[in-house]
């Protein structure tokens, strides 16, 4: 299965790639072609070194995206909807996934700023025929990127396309120790996405490193 990163050139897409690429085929993707290709070149290099060997190509964010199976928005929210706009059609029945965070730093604070449309996820699902799950918000990009540590907590997923969201929950499980819990459907996106700049505050008034969420409680058999 391919995975398309787009903007994968950033912190984000980065730890995604290395992540992702022990078990997938990744397509970086970038506005400039050779930036991503450069970029996976490193990518490759990074994993070349801990011993695993990945397949890993860069391309622009059309092409990307035409070329994956799963395609995760790796940009920031005031460029995304933007650039999704340049070529909707590509992601017509792709499986698109959204960790984008709209918020914004007032005196000295991180807020959420929700989008008329609910949340992020929505917004994009409004504008392309994609199935859209809502993914990964509370997982930091420098704790992704770090591969010499496991990268720990649960990971909310939504999505209105059910076999979508259980396929992104199963991706999400081929990074050891990150659970993937199921949310529901879309409505709630505004909750999980509104996480992130509360966990960033957190980070920063109380000196924690990567803060995630975890969900306390027995877990009663596999999901
Ligand atoms: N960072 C985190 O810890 C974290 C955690 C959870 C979720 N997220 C979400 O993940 C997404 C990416 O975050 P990030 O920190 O990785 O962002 P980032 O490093 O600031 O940027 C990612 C990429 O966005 C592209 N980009 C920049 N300006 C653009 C423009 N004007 N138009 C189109 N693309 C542009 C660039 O790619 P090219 O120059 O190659 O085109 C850049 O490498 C965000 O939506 C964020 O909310 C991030």
Known sequence: ?????????????????LRLAKDYEII????????????AEEYIKKLES??????????????ATELSDVVIITIPYEYTINTIKEF???FKDK????PV?????????????????????????SIVDAKVVAALHNVSAEALVDIAKEVEG??????????????????IKSIKNLRPLDGGNLSNAHIVEAITPLLMNIGKRNKIKHPTIKILGEQDGKI
Request: proline share 3%.
């Open 88 to 90: 909707p059609e590509a």
């Open 1 to 17: 299965m391919k995975i398309g990163l787009l903007g994968g050139t950033g912190d984000f897409g980065e730890g995604l790639a």
């Open 95 to 98: 499986v698109l996934v959204s």
């Open 50 to 63: 801990i011993g695993i060997e990945a397949k890993i190509y860069g391309e622009n964010n059309k092409r």
């Open 154 to 171: 649960d990971v909310i997923v939504l999505s209105n396309d059910d076999d979508a969201k259980y396929l992104v929950m199963d991706i």
């Open 28 to 39: 970086v993707g970038s506005r400039y072609k050779e930036k991503a290709e450069k970029k």
């Open 101 to 125: 965070v709209p918020f914004k730093k007032v005196n000295g604070d991180f807020i959420y700023i929700k989008p008329k449309e609910g949340s992020a996820a929505e917004q994009i699902s």
